[in-house]
């Protein structure tokens, strides 16, 4: 009798142990494919920088005061595919890490966010600016991160570091990098980018 107890006391234990195991290499596993780029909601089929953009130029009725150069934007895009038949919100996190030409190198870290509403199962894009301005004063981009997000989840990452997570390490800069709605490239491919959800009016 005592023997049966015990026996049956190991059993549930290691039973406990295996149920215990196998969670948390489920955990493991999730985490490991978002780190790698991707999950069974997303998953970033590419991301590349896209320098020396040019601005997009539109014919109006009238004259134009503007210079007949264009300048050149930094751009970053993100190609992703997405499994559900439909995802209610995806937000982008990007993180671009430069050095600041204009104040002896100092090292800077901007962050910019766009959320993406019902998009479809399927193939997408993302992307990511820099103004001229910022061009002109920083100087070249080091490196580049984007975070997805799902249900305030991260669903998937990439990054042009082999260090994890680099962005951690410093205070981040918003409102610098820009996502294409705020920039003259909002109405150029239009229906290749999904609806980007409106920022909250301040109150």
């Known amino acids: 009798m005592m023997n049966r107890s015990v026996r049956s006391k190991v059993g549930f234990g290691m039973a406990l142990f295996a149920a215990v195991g196998l969670l948390a290499g489920t955990a493991l596993a999730q985490m490991a494919s978002a780190a790698a780029g991707g999950s069974d909601v997303l998953r970033i089929r590419k991301m590349a920088p896209v320098p020396n953009t040019k601005t997009p130029v539109f014919r109006t009725a009238t004259a134009s005061q503007a210079s007949a150069k264009q300048p050149d934007w930094w751009r970053v895009m993100v190609e992703f595919e997405t499994a559900p038949d439909w995802v209610d919100e995806l937000e982008f996190t990007y993180y671009v890490y430069m050095k600041d030409q204009s104040n002896k190198g100092a090292e800077m870290m901007f962050r910019g966010a766009v959320t993406y509403v019902n998009v479809a199962k399927g193939r997408h894009y993302s992307d990511m600016f820099l103004h001229p301005s910022t061009l002109a004063r920083m100087g070249r981009v080091e490196q580049v991160a984007v975070v997805v997000k799902a249900k305030g989840a991260v669903v998937a990452t990439e990054s042009t570091a082999q260090t994890a997570n680099w ?19 909002a109405f150029v491919d239009y229906d290749l980018y999904e609806q980007i959800k409106p920022a909250a009016a301040a109150r």
């Open 167 to 185: 962005w951690d390490r410093f205070a981040p800069i918003d409102g610098v990098l820009l996502n294409r709605a705020q920039t003259p490239f």
